[in-house]
């Protein structure tokens, strides 16, 4: 089992910057490919890049490519998204997610909302 718990979001404006956490409890943490995603209203859910436990390799979307990163500290159990240049489209509740034994993203967290202001 892997409990997921986001924090970091809010407001910002355009052209600023956040950095979202995740933080994961339980023992398989270290085994896990770590994802992030997020959905904005009347939206469906998007990945928005992700981070491979075996190789270290990260992922993402073209529209955050160049802006965003994503790290892990398996020391602290947690993986972070670095978000630059935000715009208002990255208007979003964002989730982190563990994928562990399975083809799928079968592990979530609650979510955080991050707000860009034009």
């Known amino acids: 089992q892997v409990q997921l718990v986001e924090s970091g979001g809010g407001l910002v404006q355009a052209g600023g910057s956040l950095r979202l956490s995740c933080a994961a409890s339980g023992r398989t943490f270290s085994a896990a490919d770590m994802g992030w995603f997020r959905q904005a209203p009347g939206k469906e859910r998007e990945s928005v890049g992700e981070i491979i436990r075996s190789s270290g390799a990260t992922y993402y979307a073209n529209s955050v490519k160049g802006r965003f990163t994503i790290s892990r500290d398996n020391a602290k159990n947690t993986v972070y998204l670095q978000m630059n240049s935000l715009k208002p489209e990255d208007t979003a509740v964002y989730y982190c997610?563990?994928?562990?034994?399975?083809?799928?993203?079968?592990?979530w967290g609650q979510g955080t909302q991050v707000t860009v202001s034009s």
């Open positions: 997610a563990a994928r562990v034994g399975a083809l799928r993203y079968n592990y």
